[in-house]
């Protein structure tokens, strides 16, 4: 992997979340990977409006959201997060930990050098593997997920970067029965992790940074932990969740709700679905 420069680079805090890459879904879309939440789309036109209606949610909420063409050789094209990720001026381009993932990066990877100038693209190389989805952030403190997709030598890269910028990285195994640490896990806000009972517990993240915690969720909820927490304390769930919306809504937050049906029988949730940068 690249050396670091000398640099440092602002905090992307929530209020930050003003431009996303999202991808159209691919003809192919009923052959993608499923495994851990459904057992593969049945209905393409469906997931469609579903994805439009996502994409929808975070234009109207003050979001840029851009749209790359599907790869109809990639039927997972459409979740995106696994592809890149996005920290303090450095765009990380990992090694995707499903074989047949890896040639959707390429035009993910162009996009972010031609609109983020100036910033360090940092690309893994095997034998490190890393998707996108087994990180995740809360405030300068960062989780990763040591998964099927993400190995010790993915986790090793993402934290010599994150040494670099000064930030602190922990690490969680992830059950053998999900699929990704964000499968499991989300920030609302910059100060709450939820996550649900039964695949890990608030001991697993860690002593909580002060005026932080972690928010546990029935077991039954799972698919509902993963949220996308956006500025004017707004927050995306998806559909059919009502514990996470009632414990969101007691948090004072305005819970956008989205039906992510066909989304999930591709074992795909909310965050999978774009990239802010």
């Known amino acids: 992997m690249n050396h670091w420069p000398d640099l440092l680079m602002a905090t992307v805090r929530l209020d930050q979340k003003s431009r996303a890459i999202v991808r ?21 036109e469906l997931a469609r409006k579903q994805h439009q209606a996502y994409s929808d949610a975070l234009s109207q909420n003050g979001v840029a959201v851009t749209t790359l063409d599907a790869d109809q050789n990639h039927p997972d ?13 450095h765009v990380l381009l990992p090694v995707p930990g499903h074989e047949s993932r890896r040639g959707e990066q390429p035009p993910i990877a162009d996009f972010l050098a031609e609109h983020l100038k ?24 960062f989780f990763v997920g040591r998964s099927t997709r993400t190995n010790d030598a993915g986790i090793s890269e993402l ?11 922990r690490v969680l195994d992830i059950p053998s029965r999900a699929l990704h640490l964000t499968s499991v896990a989300s920030t609302p806000t910059d100060s709450i992790i939820l996550a649900p009972e039964g695949y890990l517990t608030p001991e697993s993240f860690g002593e ?20 996308i927490g956006l500025p004017g304390n ?44």
Do not use: W
Request: hydrophobic residues 40%; charged residues 20%.
């Open 24 to 44: 159209s879904i691919s003809d192919s879309f009923i052959d993608a990977l499923a495994n851990y939440f459904g057992s593969g789309p049945t209905d393409i």
């Open 77 to 89: 094209c459409v979740f995106v997060e696994d592809q890149a990720v996005v920290i303090d001026g």
């Open 118 to 141: 100036g910033y360090q693209i940092c690309k893994m190389e095997p034998p490190a593997m890393m998707d996108g989805g087994d990180i995740l952030r809360l405030g300068d403190l």
């Open 159 to 169: 934290r010599d970067l994150l040494n670099h910028l000064g930030h602190e990285l």
């Open 208 to 227: 909580m940074p002060e005026g932080c915690e972690v928010i546990m969720m029935p077991e039954a909820e799972v698919y509902g932990c993963n949220t």
């Open 234 to 277: 707004k927050v995306i769930i998806p559909q059919g969740y009502p514990t996470v919306q009632r414990t969101l809504e007691e948090k004072g937050l305005e819970c956008i709700i989205l039906d992510m049906s066909q989304i999930r029988e591709a074992d795909g949730s909310l965050t999978c679905c774009s990239i802010f940068y």
